[in-house]
């Protein structure tokens, strides 16, 4: 029997996108012969498993993950905000449900780094001080709406700062359709705008750098300090890294937020579609050169350079664009040249463990 509550889940940001995966996960696990499972959240990501939403008296917090889910590569393990089934009797991890989203980033050594999973919103928090940069923000909103999340900017110690208006103008120029607020994130009032993408079946990441307010946010949207903050260096407006993990919050609006640690940069790697869409301007004039593919240098009938002669597009809006889609393909190439070597090393390891089974008749499963 699956157990699946769904007041009990609601509370977790289950919503209709799970449901429909019911009747496939009940078949499977009756294929399977299971008595008994359960669904649940991955809360939280640890070197020894994964921690689950409690419910239930059968399962403890801590579920390990077993080998097989190290064979595929990163994206294929539970990260945190994952549904999965849990059997109830072994208390193992025996499915992953069909993501809604998936936000990921490739990390500062060059592995696919999985952010959050089944997110429905990304807060992008940045603050009115020195960390405002458009230009990290356009990294942000490319990985986010690659992700299939919608974005929202947030913009931090609005309070604190002499040029709201300025840094305003120029979200509305360069991010026109990305809903953003200035805000003081202190202030009960002001996260308030916050609630529409707050209510029950929701699920809030959010990102940014160190320092900028993200866990103020939650304790704000909550009403409780129930994530430390911690006052940035006053000198450069550098954060001091306080929260050290992703955790899971329950929101009083029904909805669930998840805070995670600071961001030091956010290199680009399989974003190629999020890129596309925050730049479908530039891309739209780039489907109307001649050539399919027209550098926007010299070449004849180049709809891009046309563009920017008669001032329909801003040269650092096309520089920005060139310069990410450059980073995005070295980092992706790079990815996939790592991913085979992986898949290399998993072979012969696995083809070592299993001689070793042979010669001594076990037939674990293999550990991380
Ligand atoms: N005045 C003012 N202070 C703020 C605002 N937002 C955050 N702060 C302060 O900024 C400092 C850093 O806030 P945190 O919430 O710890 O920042 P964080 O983004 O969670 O930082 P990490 O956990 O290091 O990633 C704290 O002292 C907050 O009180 C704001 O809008 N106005
Ligand atoms: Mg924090
Ligand atoms: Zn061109």
């Not at 012969?33 to 059968?58: F, K, M, N, Y």
């Not at 120029?170 to 996260?191: K, S, W």
């Amino acid at each position: 029997m699956l157990v699946a509550e769904p007041q009990v889940l609601q509370t977790l940001g289950w919503n209709e996108y799970f449901v429909a995966q019911l009747p496939m996960i009940k078949e499977t696990l009756a294929q399977g012969g299971s008595t008994g499972a359960q669904i649940a959240r991955v809360t939280g990501v640890e070197r020894t498993g994964l921690s689950i939403a409690p419910q239930g008296e059968l399962l403890s917090n801590q579920v390990p993950i077993s080998g097989r889910w190290f064979r595929g590569d990163e994206s294929t393990r539970p990260t945190i905000g994952d549904w999965v089934v849990v059997d109830t009797e072994t208390g193992s991890l025996v499915q992953m449900l069909e993501r809604r989203s998936l936000i990921q980033r490739i990390n500062p050594l060059g592995a696919l780094q999985l952010i959050a999973a089944n997110v429905d919103t990304a807060l992008i928090v940045s603050s009115c001080n020195a960390d405002f940069s458009p230009e990290r923000l356009e990294r942000y909103l490319s990985v986010v709406m690659e992700a299939g999340v919608s974005p929202v900017l947030v913009l931090t110690k609005a309070d604190l700062s002499g040029a709201v208006s300025e840094y305003k103008a120029v979200l509305n120029e360069r991010f026109p359709d990305v809903p953003h607020f200035f805000l003081n994130a202190l202030d009960p009032a002001d996260v308030s705008v916050l609630e529409p993408w707050c209510g029950t079946g929701q699920t809030l990441a959010l990102l940014g750098s160190s320092g900028v307010g993200k866990s103020t946010l939650v304790n704000t949207l909550i009403g409780d300090e129930v994530q430390l903050t911690a006052a940035i260096r006053e000198e450069d407006a550098k954060g001091r890294h306080t929260t050290t993990s992703r955790t899971l919050h329950r929101l009083p609006q029904g909805g669930v937020i998840l805070d995670s640690p600071g961001m030091r940069e956010l290199q680009l790697a399989e974003a190629e579609e999020g890129l596309d869409q925050l730049f479908a301007d530039v891309e739209g004039l780039a489907a109307a050169c001649r050539f399919n593919d027209c550098r926007h240098g010299s070449e004849p009938g180049c709809a891009v350079v046309a563009a920017l002669n008669s001032g329909e597009l801003d040269a650092s809006r096309l520089q920005s664009y060139q310069a990410l889609k450059e980073e995005e393909a070295r980092n992706r190439e790079s990815l996939a040249q790592r991913r085979s070597r992986d898949r290399a090393f998993g072979k012969k390891v696995r083809s070592a463990v299993k001689d070793k089974k042979n010669q001594s008749g076990i037939d674990d499963d293999l550990e991380p």
